[in-house]
Every structure is written in structure tokens, then in C-alpha cells.
């Protein structure tokens, strides 16, 4: 029988699966590359699996920006999956629930069209961005949670290539409100790289290797003044360095993360008490007998706090945490306590350590203690693209009242992390494939081809906050 096929279309991964599982089924990187010295082309999980040096490949991306630009590519990357799959889009498969990035500009968006209904020929589609999938998962799978109960929630999604504050009513996205932070998990490789480099050994190459260095020894610091002066310090008195030894490709292709302890016995076996804790250039240009080591020390956390402070780097915008209160602040006064309250961390660098903690700590004081809805001035009258009102949805009670009913509440700022930030888009649309509601949000193929573009435009945009999901 024909299924769902739910397609989380990040920037760094494609997630591949069909709707009512748990998790997808073929997760690739969202690539194509060129080895240097072989013109055979890599195409998505082909540019990870088996390759011995990745600096020597030359990557694609379909996404630039943040925004799919380069279609060939991704075709290359679907038929790529697809193959793993063993489907055949157009027979096997009765529609495709997609994501998409918050504002994608409408040319783009009608090339994604044709490729979707002319060149894979699916019989059926719905896209959406990330956000409101993700807020669907969270709220079913806590079903006791205020964030189920109360109709909103502001989702903060940190990927690849930004970082977005997403208000949602009721499922559906609250466009105007939505704020954007420039800083994503490529900004932070690529930064690292750049800090790595200017201090220690060139890894400008290196991207994959970094990226991977950057997943395991980077985290977000919840006290970065004392934290940079204890960088500052030698031998014992500085925990937070760590040596990450270069591959040398017998023993480690993609390098490794050394135990503190090791280094010491090591150190220890080679007469060396303190292990060298002194200039990082030092400590790679004179490496142990075998591995060549690159020393991560304030590094560590002077990288993912761009997410708090992209100021710090030359961007002239807020951190994370203020353009979640500039998010909420765009809302109508009587959303804005419950958005408070119904805060959810996604995306790759919200796994960064110390992530949420650090959040809440800077965006409490943001949240104003005690607005009341009788306190507030009557919501913004002119705004991009107005929120369906709860009257234009047929069935649905009435989550203002309910947001209006909980802002008189105390606590004034609750945060919570999805089980996988990195899948919890995947999963939303995974229970939205396997709803009843999903025919209602469907574009079909004969749509598109009597209406065009537009239908799809009209279709999508509406959400599928217009219809209520019933539990799935
Ligand atoms: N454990 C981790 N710790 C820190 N960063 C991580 C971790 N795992 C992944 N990342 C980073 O998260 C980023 C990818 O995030 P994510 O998978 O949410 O993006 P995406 O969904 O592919 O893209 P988009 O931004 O379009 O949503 C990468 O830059 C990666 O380095
Ligand atoms: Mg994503």
C-alpha cells in the first residue's frame, strides 16, 4: 500500500522516512562532493562513508543560506535516498510531508514545486517549516505537559545555517513574529576553524574533522568571565583543556578526543610531570611521539557563545535568547506569558552542553514578571501576514482564551529539550503523515497541474493549524 513519505530537508541532514515511525529510515549528509584528484562525483552518504581524508573532498550544498538554491544538487541527494529506499516516489509513495525554512522566497519555492510534482512525479504534497513539526511532536508526546495544554509555544530552532525564534499558535507559525539570529552550526565550524588555525596548525581544510571536534569537545559556558580566566591558567589549575590528536590514518581517520589521563601517564612515562598546559602553538608543534595534537582550551566555549553574543565576532545582532524575547514581544500581550512558559530548544547546536541552562539563565530576565493581561496594551494592528483567529478555525477551541486563561500564572519562564533535538521535526511530521487531518493539507499532483504554483502557495501557507490533529 502507498505511504507518507516525511522528508526533514535540513541543510546539514536529510532525514528520510515514512509517517508513523519512530525515526527515519535514511538519515544522509545534504551534500554532493568531489574528491581533489578523482572526478567521480560523491553524493550524499557516499561523502562520509569510507573516505580516508575528507579534506581532500570539494563539497556541494544544495542549501546557501539557509535557503535550497541549488535544485540539481538536492535531486542528486533525493535520488540518492531514494535509491536506498527502494521506492519508487511516484507508485509507491501517496504523499510527501516535507519541511522547508521559514520564509523561503516564492521563486524558490516554485522550483521546489517542479521538482517535487514533475521530476519525482509524487502524488500528493504538504510543506512546512520545521517549527510547528516539532512543537506537534513535543506537545503529543507530553501530552500532560502545559505545553500541550496551553495552544502556544515559541520554538528555538538552532541548525545549520541560523537560528530562529518561532512563535506558534495552535500549530500554526506566527510568521510575523518570528526573529532570526545569523549564527548557525556552520558559522561555529567555520569560526573554530578560523581560531584553530590562526593560533595552532591550518585546519582551513578541515571542515569535517573540525565539525566533528567542534560536536565533541565545544559547550556553552554558563559563567564565560571565570571560565576565560581559568583558560588562562597552567597545570592543574585549568581543567578545561583538552588535546584532540590529529588522524594520522593507521590507528584514527578522523582524529580523537584525548583523556586527560592518558596525557598524564603519558606525560608521566616520559619523565614530563605537568602535562603541558602551556602555549597551545607549543603543545601542536611539538607533538607526542606519534600524534600530531591540536589543544582546545578557550576555544572550548568562546565558540557556541556567538549563539549568546554574536556581537562578539563583528555581527551586529542579539543573541539567541534575545530574539526569542523580540519573538514573543511581536505576539499579542496575552500570548506573552504563556510563550514564556512553552519555550522548546531544537536543532544541532541546542546539544552543545549547558545549552538550555544557559538559555534560561539569559532569558529570565527578559521575561517581564508580572504583565497581566488587563496591564497590556491592545496587540499590534498592522502586521505582515495576520494569524488565522481562532473563530476562522472551524472545530478548534478557543487556545487564546486558554493562553489568556494561563499568563496570570507565576512562574515566569519554562524551557524544555525535545528527547532528539536533532529529529524532532522528523517526528512531527511523522504523526502529521500518519493523521487523518493530513488529506485535509494536501496540494495534490492534478491540483498542481490545473492551478500551478499558487495552489501550492495557498495550500501550504495555511498550516495545518487550521485543522484539529487529533492525537496520533
Ligand atoms: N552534538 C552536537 N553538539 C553541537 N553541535 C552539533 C551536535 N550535533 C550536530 N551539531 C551541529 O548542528 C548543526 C546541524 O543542525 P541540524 O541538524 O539541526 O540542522 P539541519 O536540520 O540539517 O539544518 P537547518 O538549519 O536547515 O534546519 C551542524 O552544524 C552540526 O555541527
Ligand atoms: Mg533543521
Not at 563539497?59 to 535509491?83: D, I, K, M, S
Not at 597552567?234 to 582524529?255: E, I, Q, S, V, Y
Not at 528527547?419 to 493530513?438: F, H, I, K, V
Request: with cysteine; aromatic share 8%.
Amino acid at each position: 500500500m502507498a505511504r507518507v513519505l516525511v522528508l526533514d530537508n535540513g541543510a546539514d541532514s536529510a532525514r528520510f522516512g515514512f509517517a508513523g515511525s519512530d525515526s527515519p529510515t535514511v538519515v544522509v549528509p545534504n551534500c554532493t562532493a568531489t574528491p581533489r584528484k578523482d572526478p567521480r562525483k560523491l553524493i550524499a552518504d557516499e561523502t562520509e562513508s569510507g573516505i580516508k581524508d575528507h579534506s581532500q573532498l570539494a563539497y556541494t550544498r544544495p542549501f546557501e543560506r539557509g535557503y535550497l538554491t541549488n535544485p540539481a544538487c538536492e535531486v542528486e541527494v533525493w535520488e540518492r535516498a531514494v535509491q536506498k529506499l527502494a521506492i519508487d516516489p511516484a507508485k509507491d509513495v501517496r504523499a510527501l510531508v516535507m519541511t522547508e525554512p521559514l520564509f523561503t522566497p516564492a521563486a524558490l519555492q516554485s522550483r521546489l514545486d517542479e521538482v517535487v510534482f514533475e521530476q519525482f512525479g509524487f502524488q500528493a504534497c504538504y510543506r512546512t517549516p520545521a517549527a510547528p513539526l516539532s512543537a506537534l511532536d513535543y506537545k503529543l508526546s507530553n501530552p500532560d505537559s502545559r505545553f500541550a495544554s496551553d495552544g502556544c509555544c515559541v520554538v528555538v530552532d538552532s541548525g545549520f545555517s541560523f537560528s530562529h525564534a518561532v512563535p506558534i499558535f495552535d500549530n500554526h507559525v506566527l510568521n510575523y513574529a518570528a526573529r532570526r539570529v545569523d549564527v548557525g552550526g556552520k558559522l561555529l565550524t567555520n569560526y573554530l576553524k578560523e581560531l584553530l588555525s590562526y593560533r595552532q596548525l591550518n585546519v582551513m581544510d578541515d571542515t569535517y574533522m573540525i565539525d566533528r571536534a567542534k560536536r565533541e569537545l565545544c559547550f556553552v559556558s554558563t559563567d564565560f568571565g571565570s571560565q576565560l580566566a581559568e583558560a588562562e591558567r597552567r597545570g592543574k589549575a585549568n581543567t578545561l583543556w583538552r588535546d584532540f590528536a590529529l588522524p594520522n590514518f593507521t590507528d584514527t581517520m578522523h582524529g580523537r578526543v584525548l583523556e586527560r589521563a592518558d596525557l598524564a601517564a603519558a606525560a608521566a612515562a616520559a619523565g614530563d610531570q605537568a602535562p603541558a598546559a602551556a602555549a597551545p602553538a607549543a603543545a601542536a608543534s611539538k607533538p607526542s611521539q606519534q600524534e600530531q595534537r591540536l589543544r582546545f582550551n578557550n576555544e572550548r566555549f568562546a565558540v557556541p557563545e556567538v549563539l549568546f553574543s554574536p556581537r562578539g565576532i563583528g555581527l551586529e545582532q542579539g543573541g539567541v535568547h534575545e530574539a526569542t524575547a523580540q519573538a514573543i514581544a511581536a505576539c499579542a500581550p496575552e500570548m506573552q506569558r504563556p510563550l514564556y512558559l512553552n519555550i522548546l530548544l531544537t536543532g544541532g547546536n541546542t546539544l552543545f552542553a549547558n545549552f538550555k541552562e544557559r538559555f534560561t539563565q539569559e532569558i529570565q530576565p527578559l521575561a517581564p514578571a508580572g504583565v497581566r493581561p488587563s496591564d497590556a496594551p491592545s496587540p499590534p494592528s498592522v502586521v505582515a501576514r495576520s494569524p488565522p483567529t481562532p473563530s476562522s478555525r472551524g472545530g478548534v477551541s478557543d487556545p487564546l482564551s486558554r493562553a489568556h486563561a494561563c499568563s496570570s500564572a507565576q512562574a515566569n519562564v519554562h524551557v524544555v529539550v525535545p528527547s532528539d533535538p536533532l529529529l524532532s521535526a522528523w517526528r512531527g511530521g511523522s504523526r502529521l503523515g500518519a493523521s487523518e487531518e493530513l488529506q485535509e493539507v494536501l496540494v495534490t499532483k492534478a491540483q498542481y497541474e490545473e492551478h500551478g504554483h499558487e495552489i501550492c502557495r495557498r495550500g501550504f501557507e495555511m498550516g495545518f493549524g487550521s485543522v484539529p490533529l487529533k492525537r496520533v
